[in-house]
């Protein structure tokens, strides 16, 4: 996984007519050629991969950006018991970006990445329930509190809701 490309993994393509021993080597070459590229393939196209997953779970200012909105969206949908609006916020949240980072780092065993997508999710659910808790405080004292616990709020915690997000969530 680490060396991507080697120097010997190339075939020679020269014009020279090569002699009987090297005649031989070359047809070894040729024997072992697809698995060597097909593995430089995957190596490579695991290496973009987690580029791209390293990019998604950084916490740029993008990311904290998104996150923000995406709380204010789910504590707004929460507030007014508007699943479109909470559905909206799961639109925006960027919060996959470091469970695909976790998920890829623990694959390919690249624990610095599992670790630093572990604090950034660890993070980022700690600022969403601040910034849920800001919502909360400022609209305690609207008109609409008087119907609190909305439908959003309490299927959220409805053991039933649990139970099929984790059947969802478990790989099968």
Known sequence: ???????????????????????????????????????????????????????????????????????ILAGIGLVTDN??????????????????????????SDWKLTLRSCWHELFSILLSVVIGAIIGVCTAFCPVADQWPTKEMSSRGDITGLVAGIAIAIPR
């Open 83 to 108: 699943a479109v609006i909470i559905v909206a916020s799961m639109l925006v949240s960027p919060l996959m970006g470091p469970v695909l980072g976790m998920t890829l780092g623990t694959r390919i």
């Open 1 to 71: 996984y680490d060396n991507v490309l080697h120097d010997d993994s190339i075939p020679s393509l020269t014009n020279e007519h090569p002699s009987t021993a090297e005649a031989a080597d070359s047809e070894k070459i040729t024997k072992k050629e697809p698995a060597d590229w097909r593995n430089t393939a995957c190596r490579l196209r695991v290496e973009q991969v987690k580029e791209q997953i390293e990019e998604q779970a950084k916490l740029t200012l993008d990311y904290l950006v998104l996150l923000a909105v995406a709380s």
